[in-house]
Antibody
Framework: EVQLVESGGGLVKPGGSLRLSCAAS????????MNWVRQAPGKGLEWVSS????????YYADSLKGRITTSRDNAKNLVYLQMNSLRADDTAVYFC?????????????WGQGTLVTVSS | EIVLTQSPATLSLSPGERVTLSCRASQSVGRYLAWYQQKPGQAPRLLIYDAFNRATGIPARFSGSGSGTDFTLTISTLEPEDFAIYYCQQRNDWPRTFGQGTKVEIK
């Protein structure tokens, strides 16, 4: 069974940094593209970033580009989202999602998410 | 970026009814459109991908259609567990984008 468990969320002050992790199991992680999607409280879904299986290709949402870095460790079955210069509007649940196939395609399945709160 | 517009914003329906949700793209996405279902406090779940393919384990009452800029998600007979928010998403281009969602609520 595919499992994705996000961690690293919490309360951070504006301008601060946070690194989110997503631990994957139940599938061949090194062959799978991975994704981050966020959801502000009471709002819709917003794609954040995608990373190919080898980490060669990485894509970012324009609204976050320059402030975030996505990476992965295929030996540890982990994908990371490093977030810097955090702002109040970055407050959201951050979901990790596997790509449906080995390509950068659909998001399936999703983890349960980790809440990031940016507040002074 | 490709903007996805979903309509209506909210649907108030009773179990047993037929549901039709719409998603319109600001430019063609071919067949690269998916539908997700999200219930309160849960992560989204993939329902339909590539416009009309049902994801693993998704009941046959869910179906998708469309291509280009106009897409539809149909629930043939609404079950109590189907009351949720539905999002469309495109993968034709970067950035990936979602529609704003349609809430299907109990009438």
């Amino acid at each position: 069974e595919v499992q994705l468990v996000e961690s690293g969320g919490g309360l951070v002050k504006p301008g601060g940094s946070l690194r989110l992790s997503c631990a994957a199991s139940g599938f061949t992680f090194s062959s799978s593209s991975m994704n981050w999607v966020r959801q502000a409280p009471g709002k819709g879904l917003e794609w954040v970033s995608s990373i190919s299986s080898s980490g060669t290709y990485i894509y970012y949402a324009d609204s976050l580009k320059g402030r975030i870095t996505t990476s992965r460790d295929n030996a540890k079955n982990l994908v990371y989202l490093q977030m810097n210069s955090l702002r109040a509007d970055d407050t959201a649940v951050y979901f990790c999602a596997k790509s449906l196939t080995d390509r950068l395609d659909w998001f399936d399945p999703w983890g349960q998410g980790t809440l990031v709160t940016v507040s002074s | 970026e490709i903007v996805l517009t979903q309509s209506p914003a909210t649907l108030s329906l009773s179990p047993g009814e037929r549901v039709t949700l719409s998603c319109r793209a600001s430019q063609s996405v071919g067949r690269y459109l998916a539908w997700y279902q999200q219930k309160p406090g849960q992560a989204p779940r993939l329902l339909i991908y590539d416009a009309f393919n049902r994801a693993t384990g998704i009941p046959a009452r869910f179906s998708g259609s469309g291509s280009g800029t106009d897409f539809t998600l149909t629930i043939s007979t609404l079950e109590p567990e189907d009351f949720a928010i539905y999002y469309c998403q495109q993968r034709n281009d970067w950035p990936r984008t979602f529609g704003q969602g349609t809430k299907v609520e109990i009438k």
